[in-house]
T-cell receptor, first 118, second 111 residues
């Protein structure tokens, strides 16, 4: 399958600071990238969908000003958690897929980024 | 997207076949059945997907009933590394193609 990477794999930051997480598709062009969040012992929750070159679409209840998403190229999307607080501590996972002729192909996931806000 | 129902957990003996059921009785004609798994503290891994025909790849087989209301993922020879949470998801492939994850099935493979 296709390879998606994330960086960093884990990060610890102080409350009030901002953290940027990168998601890259290594061997395919990703017209669409998705960002998920997973709390301990829970399933993945979709946060937002981004298409290359356009604004992200956020799921209900996800603050767009707090979770800034940029998808500037076909291989890179970034998620910035602004003014992070302890309740933002979670496992953040991205996925990527390609939209061809109106068909969204299989999503491939990155390894995840564990964020701990102190 | 249609909801799916999976057992909460399953145990399987190493070397034996693991059969993971999934009910999706409200599936629409244009929705595919996808299977992913998540090993502890990792991102989900794509396994297989299908529309109405049975599918097989190097990882698993997917059997979809004729009425498409349920499916079974088969891991032919389970190994300890197959211990994971397995998610069955139905998804349309046009428009956003979003995946909505349920609770999944925790599969534990024992020696």
């Amino acid at each position: 399958g296709a390879v998606v990477s994330q960086h960093p794999s884990w990060v610890i930051c102080k409350s009030g600071t901002s953290v940027k997480i990168e998601c890259r598709s290594l061997d395919f062009q990703a017209t669409t990238m998705f960002w998920y969040r997973q709390f301990p012992k829970q399933s993945l929750m979709l946060m937002a969908t981004s298409n290359e070159g356009s604004k992200a679409t956020y799921e209900q209840g996800v603050e767009k000003d707090k979770f800034l998403i940029n998808h500037a190229s076909l291989t890179l999307s970034t998620l910035t958690v602004t003014s992070a607080h302890p309740e933002d501590s979670s496992f953040y996972i991205c996925s990527a897929s390609n939209l061809l002729a109106g068909v969204q192909e299989t999503q491939y996931f990155g390894p995840g980024t564990r964020l701990l806000v102190l | 997207d249609a909801k799916t129902t999976q057992p909460t957990s399953m145990d399987c003996a190493e070397g034996r076949a693991a059969n993971l059921p999934c009910n999706h009785s409200t599936i629409s004609g244009n929705e595919y059945v996808y299977w992913y798994r998540q090993i502890h503290s990792q991102g989900p891994q794509y396994i297989i997907h299908g529309l109405k025909n049975n599918e097989t790849n190097e990882m698993a087989s997917l059997i979809i009933t004729e009425d498409r209301k349920s499916s079974t993922l088969i891991l032919p020879h389970a190994t300890l590394r197959d211990t994971a949470v397995y998610y069955c998801i139905v998804r349309v492939e046009y428009r956003w193609g979003k995946l909505q994850f349920g609770a999944g099935t925790q599969v534990v493979v024992t020696p």
